[in-house]
C-alpha cells in the first residue's frame, strides 16, 4: 500500500494553463505538506496543512492555491503557468506531535514527486 | 532563525570505500529535531534518520552511521563499505520545535564508482 500518493506523476503543459496536483495519504497523519524541488534539487516547503487548516504560506505567488477537502487529502491548483514553475513538486505528511502542535517535530514521509514542465 | 548547510556539492568514491557527508546546523532553539533523507536517481525521498538535540548518541544502522556533535553543530552521515545503490543526493534537514516547518539543506550528490 502506498503510503503518500501524488497523481500525475508527470506533468506537461503550455504556459498560461491551468493545472492540479492531487496528493493522498493513508497513514492517518494530521499534517501534509507541499514542496517545490528546482533543477539545482534545493528543496523549499510552500504550504503546510494541518487538519485541514493552513499553517505554513511561504510566500508562494497567489496562483498556487492549496486545497485540503480532508486531513486525507491535499491538492494543489496552478493558475497561470509561467515557465519558472517548471520543478518536481513533493507532497509530504507527518503526525502532528511537538510543543508547536504543527507535527513540525514528527518524521515527514514524502510522495513520489510530480514533475511538472511549463513549456 | 534556523539554517543547514551542506558544504558538499559532489563526492564520488570508488565502491566499498567509506564515505562521511557533512552537515552543519544553526539553530536558537534548545529542542530540535535534525533528519537524513536519500533521494536516489529514480527520485523518491527517502527517509533514513531523525535525532532530537537531547539525544547524542551516535547511530548506527547496518553499514549506516550517524554522528551527532552539539558542540560543533554537526549531524554528520557516514556510509561504509559503500556501493553502488548508495548513490543518491542526501539531504540533510532540521525543525526547531517552536517552528512549523523542516528546512533542508542544499544536499550532497554521491556517486559510487564500480
Known amino acids: 500500500d502506498t503510503a503518500v500518493s501524488q497523481t500525475p506523476k508527470y506533468l506537461v503543459t503550455q504556459m498560461g494553463n491551468d493545472k492540479s496536483i492531487k496528493c493522498e495519504q493513508n497513514l492517518g497523519h494530521d499534517t501534509m505538506y507541499w514542496y517545490k524541488q528546482d533543477s539545482k534539487k534545493f528543496l523549499k516547503i510552500m504550504f503546510s496543512?494541518?487538519?485541514?487548516?493552513?499553517?505554513i504560506n511561504e510566500t508562494v505567488p497567489n496562483r498556487f492555491s492549496p486545497k485540503s477537502p480532508d486531513k486525507a487529502h491535499l491538492n494543489l491548483h496552478i493558475n497561470s503557468l509561467e515557465l519558472g514553475d517548471s520543478a518536481v513538486y513533493f507532497c509530504?505528511?507527518?503526525?502532528?506531535?511537538?510543543?508547536?502542535?504543527?507535527?513540525?517535530?514528527?518524521?515527514?514521509?514524502f510522495g513520489p514527486g510530480t514533475r511538472l514542465t511549463v513549456l | 532563525a534556523q539554517k543547514v548547510t551542506q558544504a558538499q556539492t559532489e563526492i564520488s568514491v570508488v565502491e566499498k570505500e567509506d564515505v562521511t557527508l557533512d552537515c552543519v546546523y544553526e539553530?536558537?532553539?534548545?529542542?530540535?529535531?535534525l533528519f537524513w533523507y536519500k533521494q536516489p536517481p529514480s527520485g523518491e525521498l527517502v527517509f533514513l534518520i531523525r535525532?532530537?538535540?537531547?539525544?547524542?548518541q551516535n547511530e548506527i544502522s547496518g553499514r549506516y552511521s550517524w554522528n551527532f556533535q552539539k558542540s560543533t553543530s554537526s549531524f554528520n552521515f557516514t556510509i561504509t563499505a559503500s556501493q553502488v545503490v548508495d548513490s543518491a543526493v542526501y539531504f540533510c534537514?532540521?525543525?526547531?520545535?517552536?517552528?512549523?516547518?523542516?528546512?533542508f539543506g542544499s544536499g550532497t550528490r554521491l556517486s559510487i564508482r564500480p
Open positions: 535525532r532530537n538535540s537531547f539525544d547524542e
Open positions: 534537514a532540521l525543525s526547531e520545535d517552536t517552528a512549523s516547518k523542516i528546512i
Open positions: 539553530t536558537r532553539d534548545t529542542t530540535y529535531y
Open positions: 509530504a505528511s507527518s503526525q502532528k506531535v511537538g510543543t508547536s502542535g504543527a507535527g513540525s517535530t514528527d518524521t515527514q514521509y
Open positions: 496543512y494541518n487538519n485541514k487548516e493552513l499553517i
